[in-house]
């Protein structure tokens, strides 16, 4: 009861010393996080506008005729590069036909064309599967071979690496890579392959992903709002200032000679598509994005293998910056404004402060400031600031807009997972070489039935729904809108309330979990 009674006093004693300094610092070094993020958004936005208005499409920035109409018919099929298409996959029962179908079905002369499925499978009922359509299309013509290995070393990054080891491969001038889930339209190749068959500079073409399954559910319309302005924004813009940007792991188009020279696949990280691109970009070579070609794929369904993909999206270029920084310094081949685009714009501000700025200051830094009233927060720093951000990465999925409240929600539940992720690829910890292949539902669209279950067992299916962070910091943002109700003046609790009320949804379970399944 004595030191129970003490605690106001030690309290106040250590208060005015210790924790308003170090609360008004943590203010300060969050309130520049959110001005580099803000400044980063508004360069984006007006290059972007800049670039629509002068029209800097890459067919006017590059030659890109059809192959066949400019080399000499005679030639046939010959005039034809050789291509080889790489697709890897993991347990993949629900959608591996989709992928090998859509490969298969590509318009490019069928001598012309190679296709490997990299099947690192573990499952042997699937691995048969998969091996019986390969079969079933190698009986149709189809150039098309089944391929595993004895381990997962390296996992993506093994399975890609040794296939580029066989002789065949020699005579292949482009590989591309498709995930498992991604379908691409039969004239993929001829709208891509010009661009590197023209321009011996170019070491890659990638494509925009587009999500079969992006009305789902709201988990999957949230998903979609962040990525479109991955891919209509940030993508767009990178390629066309300075013809750089991060590979997206598929549905792009490499040049093989590039590949090489840039040193082939490497494990090092769960980016190993990052890491390829960011050292064929130190050769020198030019990268090119097509937003009006279109890759169909599929977004995680569950918040479980959407939380797993976060991490691995979050943890692995973090980790990637951390190794390659001094490298990117030191690197006398491409030109001081490139260097400063990869560092500044591409990892610290979209891969690191923008992950733990989202966490820090408005999941603990502004609510902590309710119990210190010394501490203030300018409304610019907390209202006009976000507000401008979240309109400005509300352009790329128009249709959305008025989910706009609830993809900042959202959002600020899943940079608890983003941020503990940074810092762990930063810090090279624990679980920063975690691979977890983000499971995949193809076109399957019934529902999980609601089967009859004892008492004890619907009790383990909800605890396991359960998700302890969430409901930790849900009750903190919840404690302490009651505070500000009670002693605030800020009207912080408007926010915090609804901010704990997302908390508390994702951390009973009820984002993500009615989904289909076969």
């Keep these: 009861m004595d030191a129970a009674a003490g605690l106001p006093d030690a ?4 208060r005015a010393p210790l924790i308003v300094p170090l609360l008004q610092l943590s203010v300060a070094v969050c309130l520049g996080m959110a001005v580099l993020l803000f400044l980063e958004r508004l360069y ?8 629509k208005l002068l029209r800097r499409t890459p067919e006017r920035r590059y030659k890109c005729d059809p192959i066949a109409e400019e080399d000499d018919p005679e030639l046939g099929s010959a005039a ?11 347990n993949e029962r629900e959608v591996y036909h989709l992928s090998i179908g859509a490969v298969c079905g590509l318009t490019w002369p069928s001598d012309r064309l190679v296709v490997q499925v990299l099947d690192d499978s573990t499952d042997p009922i699937i691995k048969e599967m998969v091996r019986l359509e390969c079969e079933r299309w190698a009986h149709k013509g189809i150039n098309i071979t089944y391929q ?4 997962r070393k390296g996992y993506k990054a093994g399975a890609l690496k040794q296939g580029m080891k066989h002789g065949y491969v020699r005579e292949c001038e482009y590989v591309v890579i498709f995930d ?8 993929y190749l001829h709208r891509t392959i010009p661009y590197l068959h023209h321009n011996p500079q170019i070491a890659l073409v990638q494509a925009r992903w587009r999500f079969v399954n992006a009305d789902e559910c709201l988990m999957t319309r949230m998903q979609e709002m962040s990525l479109d302005y991955h891919f209509k924004v940030e993508q767009e813009v990178s390629s066309s200032v300075c013809a750089f940007f991060g590979f997206n792991g598929t549905a792009g188009v490499w040049r093989i000679a590039a590949l090489n020279e840039a040193g082939g696949w490497n494990d090092r990280t769960t980016v190993e598509d990052m890491d390829l691109a960011i050292r064929a970009s130190l050769k020198g070579w030019k990268f090119v994005y097509l937003g009006d070609v279109q890759v169909k794929s599929e977004l995680p369904s569950t918040f479980k293998a959407f939380r797993f993909q976060q991490h691995r999206w979050s943890c692995g270029p973090a980790n990637l910056f951390r190794k390659m920084l001094m490298e990117i310094v030191t690197n006398k081949k491409v030109t001081i404004w490139k260097k400063f685009h990869v560092i500044y714009n591409f990892f610290l501000v979209r891969k690191i402060v923008a992950h733990i700025v989202t966490f820090t200051f408005y999941c603990i830094i502004i609510p902590t400031t309710i119990f210190v009233p010394e501490v203030h ?7 006009y ?25 959202f959002e600020n539940v899943m940079s608890l997972h983003r941020t503990k992720a940074t ?40 605890w396991e729904r359960l998700n302890i962070p969430e409901l930790g910091v849900g009750a903190f943002l919840f404690s302490c809108g009651w505070y500000d109700v009670a002693f605030g003046k800020d009207n912080f609790f408007i926010y915090l309330f609804f901010q704990s009320m997302a908390f508390f949804v994702v951390g009973v379970g009820y984002v993500g979990t009615i989904v289909p399944q076969s």
């Design 148 to 151: 595993t290995r004895e381990d």
């Design 423 to 462: 810092l762990i690829g930063l810090l090279e910890a624990g679980r920063v070489n975690e691979w977890v292949v983000t499971e995949k539902l193809g076109n399957v669209l019934k529902m999980k039935s609601a089967n009859k279950a004892s008492t004890k067992k619907s009790f383990m299916r909800m």
């Design 385 to 409: 600031i976000p507000s401008i951000i979240t309109l400005l990465n509300s352009v790329g999925t128009p249709r959305s807009f008025h989910l706009l409240f609830f993809w900042i929600l």
């Design 11 to 14: 309290w106040s004693q250590v």
């Design 377 to 383: 927060i300018p409304k610019w720093g907390c209202v």
């Design 44 to 51: 984006m936005g007006v290059v972007i506008v800049g670039v």
């Design 80 to 90: 034809f590069p050789v291509v080889l298409v790489q697709i890897p996959m993991f």
């Design 180 to 187: 498992a889930d991604f379908q691409p339209n039969p004239d």
